[in-house]
């Protein structure tokens, strides 16, 4: 099976994922390209076809409306996309971060590159931390990440990380992501980006006075059960009977890990509350869904299926204390 990930850096304990090169901490944009696997390019070539023509060879044509990107290190292609497709290169999502790191106090965590470079990502944290109930400590981060096949814009996301279990969560207020997204078909303005985050950054402690409010929202059992029917088992169209197992086992398994096997459940904080049911279902993301291996996971957790399951848990969690 070909790896999602084709190479990863990390300073600190093990991702949640359990994958990259360890780093130590301070190092420069430069180790850190290298070391995450960053340190190429994106090259673009105008589309040619052969035409045939009948006892000749055929031309050699240029498709005008498209081009090919591929990686100058391994010549491999990533993407056929518009001629308007504004490329963002790896270098620049970790320079995005070299002002942040050397004078706002941030400090670069995780980066790397999957889908052998049509998608790649940095993540540092900001310094905002937060102990819910004097026992329960919530991270700040920020993930900017982006792709060269048209399947993610350029996404800055204000992100936390609960210490206990490593849970991921995506900062969002009344029912929005505070994700600041730069579509591929205009520029990427790393200065124009930074000035939109500086707002939702200050969104930091709303949104964590938010997740208090959680912590101290006791849930009956029954509750429990309409909040886990609410996000794991919403008709997406698919009626199958394979669709409806793995509801069904994932509805155990959430169940399961707010009723004291997820880690960090027996706190204060996550004990019967609705703070609790989100971190089950984020915990059951990152950690247990199943997934081809755990580059899929870390996809799907961060951009795909996963991250959207996760923004269904918060809007429900966040309805039980409107």
Same mark, same amino acid.
């Given at each position: ?36 696997? /960053? ?43 518009? +001629? ?54 919530? +991270? ?61 950054? /200050? ?75 989100? +971190? ?43």
């Amino acid at each position: 099976m070909a790896h999602l990930v084709q190479q990863m850096a990390y300073v600190g304990a093990t991702p949640w994922h359990g994958l990259g090169n360890e780093l130590p901490k301070h190092q420069s944009i430069d180790v850190w390209a290298e070391k995450a696997g /960053m340190n190429w390019s994106i090259c673009e070539s105008p589309v040619r076809y052969l035409a045939d023509q009948a006892g000749a060879l055929g031309a050699i044509m240029n498709f005008d409306d498209q081009k090919v990107l591929y990686r100058s290190d391994t010549k491999t292609a990533l993407s056929v996309v518009s +001629n308007r497709y504004q490329i963002v290169q790896p270098r620049e999502v970790l320079e995005f971060y070299r002002d942040l790191t050397e004078v706002s106090g941030f400090e670069l965590e995780t980066a790397g590159v999957l889908k052998a470079g049509r998608k790649f990502w940095a993540l540092a944290r900001t310094g905002k931390s937060t102990s819910i109930k004097g026992c329960d400590t919530v +991270n700040g981060y920020l993930l900017l990440a982006t792709s060269c096949d048209g399947t993610l814009a350029t996404t800055a996301t204000p992100t936390t990380v609960r210490v206990v279990c490593n849970n991921t969560l995506t900062v969002a207020l009344s029912g929005a992501s505070s994700a600041i997204k730069v579509p591929h078909s205009t520029s990427f303005d790393p200065l124009a980006v930074k000035k939109q985050l500086g707002v939702a950054v /200050m969104q930091w402690d709303s949104f964590m006075y938010r997740m208090k409010t959680l912590s101290e929202r006791k849930v009956k059992t029954h509750e429990s059960l309409n909040y886990f029917l609410k996000v794991l088992c919403q008709n997406d169209g698919h009626n199958d009977s394979a669709a409806r197992m793995t509801n069904e086992r994932a509805l155990k398994r959430v169940q399961a890990l707010y009723a004291g096997e997820g880690k960090g459940s027996d706190l204060s904080s996550a004990n019967g509350t609705a703070w609790g049911l989100l +971190n089950a279902v984020t915990e059951y993301v990152d950690h247990e869904r199943r997934a081809r291996s755990q580059e899929y996971r870390l996809d799907s957790a961060w951009f795909g299926q996963g991250a959207n399951l996760k923004q269904r848990a918060l809007d429900h969690a966040l309805q039980l204390v409107a």
